[in-house]
């Protein structure tokens, strides 16, 4: 290291330090040191590549060490969707503001999801999705995002994504970790030599 002053490398290392430590923290399962209580405004927020989407991990598997549940609190702006996908555990949905459609495929045993069937959404109701229907959700107003909380069971999720509704059950295409999963997962892994 030769030629790189102290003063230097600090501004490089102190970065990079401080942003593994930032990862750990967020990607903490311990209690210790976490608030039980925790303002959602201040919980790490992304959209994880995908435009007109924010996601919040509000109680986590990864992140907060859940066993049996998780819950996201989802924001999708005007025209914006999910992806078609199913996945091997209960959800349930509370829209807490804005208005849009669920796309619901309840032909799980079939060789392909196959046309589904249009739900309307709005504030203040509610919907589930049982284990493995092939689903997706549309924000179809306009002017005002589509908001709501997510539940799951059985974390962490396992997504498969179709390209249409006529796609093969066994051409969907796992997604594991998922988008928000994938830091802590990382995190969490360990060599084991």
């Not at 991990?57 to 549940?69: C, L, N, P, Y």
């Not at 914006?80 to 199913?86: L, Q, S």
């Amino acid at each position: 290291m030769a030629g790189l002053r102290p003063r230097s490398v600090l501004a490089v290392v102190l970065p990079l330090l401080l942003s593994a430590a930032s990862d750990a923290a967020r990607c903490s399962s311990s209690a210790q040191g976490s608030s039980l209580v925790r303002n959602i405004s201040e919980l790490p927020q992304d959209n994880y590549g995908r435009e007109g989407l924010s996601h919040i991990t509000v109680a986590g598997s990864f992140m907060h060490g859940m066993k049996e549940i998780e819950v996201w609190l989802q924001t999708f702006s005007p025209g914006t969707h999910t992806p078609i996908h199913r996945h091997s555990c209960e959800e349930i949905f509370v829209v807490l503001k804005g208005s849009g459609s669920l796309y619901l495929a309840s032909d799980s045993h079939g060789m392909y999801p196959g046309t589904p069937q249009e739900f309307s959404l709005f504030s203040n109701s509610t919907f589930h999705i049982p284990i493995n229907d092939a689903h997706q959700v549309w924000n179809t107003n306009e002017h005002e995002d589509l908001q709501f909380l997510v539940i799951i069971s059985r974390p962490p999720v396992k997504v498969f994504i179709y390209e249409d509704w006529f796609m093969p059950h066994t051409a969907a295409k796992l997604k594991y970790p998922y988008y928000w999963d994938e830091e802590c997962l990382k995190a969490s892994r360990k060599d084991e030599l």
